[in-house]
Nanobody, 115 residues
Framework: QVQLVESGGDLVQVGGSLRLSCAAS????????MDWYRQAPGKQRELVAA???????NYADSVKGRFTISRNNAKNTVSLQMNSLKPEDTAVYYC?????????WGQGTQVTVSS
């Protein structure tokens, strides 16, 4: 059974930092590209950051220079370090695993940035 479990979401003030984590089980983690998406109320889900099996990274323009994605293949985890948070970063953040074997989503974790 595939499980992706996000953690680390919280209420934080503008300019603060959070670190999200996603623990994966039931998949061959090392062959998956891992993505972080987010969805704000009334908006479409958007890709925030991605990291390939070879640790190549990609970021949405809105988070470049502020967010950092990383992975630990030994622990089957992917993390998203978020710095200099803005109110527009408020959303539910989702972890996604994708490979030729299929795509899987976590349940999400809420990040709220208050001004």
């Amino acid at each position: 059974q595939v499980q992706l479990v996000e953690s680390g979401g919280d209420l934080v003030q503008v300019g603060g930092s959070l670190r999200l984590s996603c623990a994966a089980s039931g998949i061959r983690f090392d062959i998956n590209t891992m993505d972080w998406y987010r969805q704000a109320p009334g908006k479409q889900r958007e890709l925030v950051a991605a990291i390939t099996p070879g640790s190549r990274t990609n970021y949405a323009d809105s988070v470049k220079g502020r967010f950092t994605i990383s992975r630990n293949n030994a622990k089957n985890t992917v993390s998203l370090q978020m710095n200099s948070l803005k109110p527009e970063d408020t959303a539910v953040y989702y972890c996604k695993a994708r490979s030729s074997l299929g795509d899987y989503w976590g349940q999400g974790t809420q990040v709220t940035v208050s001004s």
